[in-house]
Nanobody
Framework: QVQLVESGGGLVQPGGSLRLSCAAS????????TGWYRQAPGKQRELVAT??????IYADSVKGRFTISRDNAKNTVYLQMNSLKPEDTAVYYC????????????WGQGTQVTVSS
């Protein structure tokens, strides 16, 4: 029943910025942990950032450059990415899971982010 639609990916030069959005339907946003993971070719999927009602977590590689936020009224989570580096190139996936409940989460289809000159 959960549907996630990502947008905002694209090609950007090193040092540039992008803002990813993930619009969710079929959930009560306020009681879910939401966030972003990424996967580069030939590498495992890794956590980028997550946000819940009480907590925010960032991967060390993006701290100080990326900011996760969400609008509960719009059921949308955002990832503002600044000072982008070539190593940030990956497919970025939106993820949601009900907070504090032992249950499987849901994934979006992914959006490509390419950082290159």
């Amino acid at each position: 029943q959960v549907q996630l639609v990502e947008s905002g990916g694209g090609l950007v030069q090193p040092g540039g910025s992008l803002r990813l959005s993930c619009a969710a339907s079929g959930i009560i946003f306020n009681i879910y942990t939401t966030g972003w993971y990424r996967q580069a070719p030939g590498k495992q999927r890794e956590l980028v950032a997550t946000i819940s009602r009480a907590n925010t977590i960032y991967a060390d590689s993006v701290k100080g450059r990326f900011t996760i936020s969400r609008d509960n009224a719009k059921n949308t989570v955002y990832l503002q990415m600044n000072s982008l580096k070539p190593e940030d190139t990956a497919v970025y996936y939106c993820y949601v899971k009900r907070t504090g409940v032992l249950a499987a989460g849901s994934w979006g289809q992914g959006t490509q982010v390419t950082v290159s000159s």
